[in-house]
């Protein structure tokens, strides 16, 4: 339990652009580096998380019940979220007065490829639980156009996601 | 019938019983994302920011590491009435969701020997993979004109998602490359 809190609080410092951003690097940790858990296994825990109202940080508290229980669980959110939230904290009113300062942009700018390339990779690991998998592919790729090409809730996309994994998999 | 505020008449929450309600209401209805809720609950129907001042503090938020919506809640709830509106949010926030996704996990593990259940879970988690790459898809949109900020971006995806090289190591040194083209005004 605190090996995985601490993992998580390192986790929480590198987490621009939020929790899609260390999807891969938490997949990685729990999954190859430690064998908490297979990947099939983390696929299905993110699965609860996106399909329970709240904030998507609660993949954090589902991965530490998965490896310690409702403590883990705790520690584990509250290990991703007070380093993070302490930064916000000391940070929130410096950012505005900084608004012109060139720095700013750059590190503004340098972030959005760097985010891109992060969320993707987190989709990508997620949507191969079994390798790569044509069933899987399918899916993934369907949700992918469609959240990118309407404006529809994505629990629609989940949910239609949910019934042709019950027929495909 | 009374008359209405102005549209653009802002009001801050009155204090931390309201603030904390504000959130649990936000974190109560946000199946899907928080954060249409969080503007929604925030902007349209308390008033309790502009929408502007919501966008600069989201965009803020983005940047920074952490839960999004989450230091949302971290960021104003300071602002409004120190560590106390900070504390008050972020718990607001969580609280209900939090008993939410056990109990749905729970469930889970009574019925994650059937083969059907853990189908269907296995199909919303890639699907949800699916959402992740198309969300990049959009972000990457207004880059589509920046060659080494697509390239950048493509680099980032085949280091981790293919390379399975640790983003410890990956985030210092795609950001020193960033920051270095962002300064000749390559991204």
């Not at chain 1, 190859?32 to 296994?41: C, I, L, R």
């Not at chain 2, 008050?88 to 609280?95: E, N, V």
Request: some cysteine; charged content about 10%; hydrophobic content about 60%.
């Amino acid at each position: 339990m605190w090996q995985i809190a601490f993992y998580f609080a390192l986790l929480s410092l590198v987490s621009v652009g939020g929790i899609p951003s260390v999807m891969p690097e938490m997949q990685r940790l729990v999954v190859e580096v430690q064998g908490w858990m297979s990947a099939a296994e983390f696929t299905q825990i993110f699965a609860i998380a996106q399909a329970a109202p709240g904030p998507n940080v609660l993949v954090t508290a589902l991965v530490g019940w998965k490896v310690a229980g409702i403590p883990g669980g705790l520690a584990a959110l509250a290990a991703f979220c007070v380093p993070a939230a302490a930064l916000s904290y000391a940070v929130g009113g410096f950012w505005d007065r900084m608004r012109d300062a060139p720095w700013r942009k750059a590190i503004q700018r340098a972030l959005v490829p760097i985010t891109v390339g992060f969320v993707a990779s987190g989709g990508y690991v997620l949507a191969t639980p079994m390798g790569v998998d044509w069933r899987a592919a399918s899916i993934a790729s369907a949700s992918a156009v469609a959240i990118a090409a309407t404006r529809a809730n994505p629990l629609w996309f989940l949910s239609a996601g949910g019934l042709a994994g019950y027929f495909l998999f | 019938m009374e008359a209405t505020p102005p549209q653009d008449a802002v009001r801050p929450p009155a204090g931390l019983g309201e603030l904390y309600w504000g959130f649990l209401s936000i974190g109560a209805r946000s199946f899907g994302g928080v954060l249409p809720w969080a503007h929604r609950v925030m902007v349209e129907e308390r008033r309790w920011i502009a929408p502007a001042d919501f966008a600069e503090v989201l965009a803020l938020c983005q940047f920074l590491p952490g839960p999004n919506v989450g230091n949302v809640s971290i960021v104003l709830g300071r602002r409004w009435f120190g560590p106390a509106g900070a504390a008050a949010a972020f718990l607001g926030l969580m609280a209900l969701p939090l008993v939410w996704v056990f109990a749905l996990a729970l469930l889970y593990a009574d019925h994650a020997a059937s083969n059907g259940v853990r189908a269907v879970v296995t199909g919303v988690g890639v699907a949800g993979g699916g959402l992740f790459i198309g969300t990049a898809w959009k972000l990457a949109r207004p880059l589509a004109q920046k060659p080494w900020a697509l390239a950048l971006a493509a680099g980032c995806l085949g280091v981790i998602a293919f390379g399975r090289v640790s983003l410890f190591l990956v985030l210092p040194v795609a950001a020193l490359v960033g920051v270095a083209a962002a300064r000749k005004d390559l991204l």
